[in-house]
């Protein structure tokens, strides 16, 4: 019998930062990749680009100190030679590659100044009776100061010491074509020789832990997601008195997406649990209305609203558009943002907090301290993926206080439980379907599907920087003819001050050469009311072109707009092309979207230009943003909030995942034992991110 190794408090430390905080975790501390020592490539026969082993004699060994203190060995092997190369190196590799000992090197080719070298290659003194190994070497992900040998060793007796059950029942394992846990986790610590699809991560043992970690995934929200129906939230009945008086003042009327939506969600508000629906449609296809109804519901029933945008833009607009549909109806929102005056901050945290309001508009102002609300039934987060988790945890906190004041027994019961909003989320940024099965399992989902009739397609053109001028003029006739513009400036390395800069000489720049035109500017830099009389000049007509940073990305709504032009469009993601290009095409009117690109493109920008010039569906987009950037970048707010995969990869193992929510029903349902397993092994340390 082995004994458990004992570890050193210091590399507990060490594990720890790797996420291993329990012997068990060591055993999902998988390889990122393997090396091959099981053979040896003649100098003579290897190539830049490859990773070799190669074995030979020094026959060189210098210390250079251009341009910095260097190690360069030479190794020679049948009269071939190639360079070693160290920049960091300790005294005991200038011994161990001294001149005359024989080496044996492994690690990546490239053709240096010399000829081919190998940069920090892995180096060991070989006698003649060394062995070569006989099975593929792991290199685990590890952290400063932890060794590979080091990791090596505790995982080699963990797999001797740690119990380790297959949690998935037999039914499940045959039908599936799984591989048993144990026997995987072995065969990927200890690969043998002929194990194929280790490196692409296809082979069987890598499958059946994809399966597992995608399970254990798929589990947890569900439990996440049950354990949302314990909770308390006040039931909002439909009762209609304002819903239906302002559907019958709008304009137009709803769309069947629309009117589905609102269905479920105005549903989800009558139940005593708290709601958290992501509601998903298009830029452009009508949620601010679905948002509209829902405040009403809430209203209805006599609980305040909050309803909170990423941008003072946005919330400006939300706030203007519902007080034109909602003061008809007597009732006033309020406004708050963190650029309110001080006097006028507190003149509208006293009406929130009194009751006084039932609906607050406003940026994520809204959710500090000292903002209280009287009795909050619903929050609504506009373009929610604009959000940190910070906002998001604020908000939950920010439920959590208004709740044991003003607690109300559920069916008649009084329970001792607390009561808390219920939450609409909104986004434009649609999540394709792999995402949304896995990272966002424990929301619910509504997604409208149609635009509103009436929209022309947006045309896109793309025009190299050279032709600028040309661009002008299209802009200036356009204008001419009583159509509205935008005009984008770039994004400079994420830097406000450069990009506000290069805005207001572009600015300057128009209206130099277009003196007949009524040009505006509009920044993230400028004051609130400076910027909300020059969206609202641009709205109303009198300006006919805005210059403008990225602060319209998202919801600015302007139906009259119809041209717009995004400069340096090669900088900017295609989530962000695709929510700039949406704010024009609102109208009747044909719109077109000019994609300004300057030259040289790199090959990921070439790509983004094609997929936005090619496409105008954005869950299409979204597909292949995520196929570009991986679902890391995509979650955006999310990311840190849910436990990534370390395995899986949606994308690739999409049957996987389908598989996995199938048996996560089953297990739930009839091995609970072994969904606890599930739980325990995959999420122990995990579990706390998943309540934000
Ligand atoms: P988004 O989903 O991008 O937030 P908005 O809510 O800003 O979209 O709506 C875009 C535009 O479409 C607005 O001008 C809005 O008044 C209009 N709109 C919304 N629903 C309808 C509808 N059913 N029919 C016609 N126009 C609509
Ligand atoms: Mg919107």
New binding site residues.
Partial sequence: MTAPAKIAPATLAKLAKLGIHHRADLLLHLPLRYEDETRLSPIATVEPGETAQVQGVITHSEIIFKPRRTLVCRLQDNGDELYLRFLNFYPSQTKLLAVDKKIRAIGEVRMGYYGLEMVHPKCRAVGDETQLATSLTPIYPTTAGLSQATLKKLIANALEVVQAPDYLPEKFLNDLHLQGYIESIRLLHTPDMTAAGLADRTHPSWRRIKFDELLAQQLSMRVHHKERSLRIAPALKSKGHYTKALLKALP????RA?QKVFTEISQDLTKPHPMQRLLL?????????VAALAALQAIENGYQVALMAPTEILAEQHYLKLSDWLTPLGIKPVWLSGSLKKKDKRIACEKIASGETMLAIGTHALFQEQVSFYKLGLAIV?EQHKFGVQQRLALHAKGKIEKSVHAEPVDGKTDKKTAEPHQLM?S?TPIPRTLAMSYYADLDVSV?DEL???RTPVITKLVSDSRRCEVFERVRAGCMTGQQAYWVCPLIDESEVLQLQSAQETYQQLCDTFPELRVGLVHGKMDSSEKVSVMAAFKTGQLQLLVATTVIEV?V?V?NASLMVIDHAERMGLAQLHQLR?RVG?GANQSLCILLYQKPLSELARTRLKVIFENTDGFEIAQQDLQLRGPGELLGARQSGVAMLRFADINADEDLLDHARIVADELLRDYPEAARGYLHRWMANKHDYLHV
């Fill in positions: 137009f009327k709803l769309t629309q449609g298009d830029v452009g296809s009508g949620k601010t209305i506009d909104m434009a409208i509103p009739p009436g919801g709504d139906p949406g609102r």
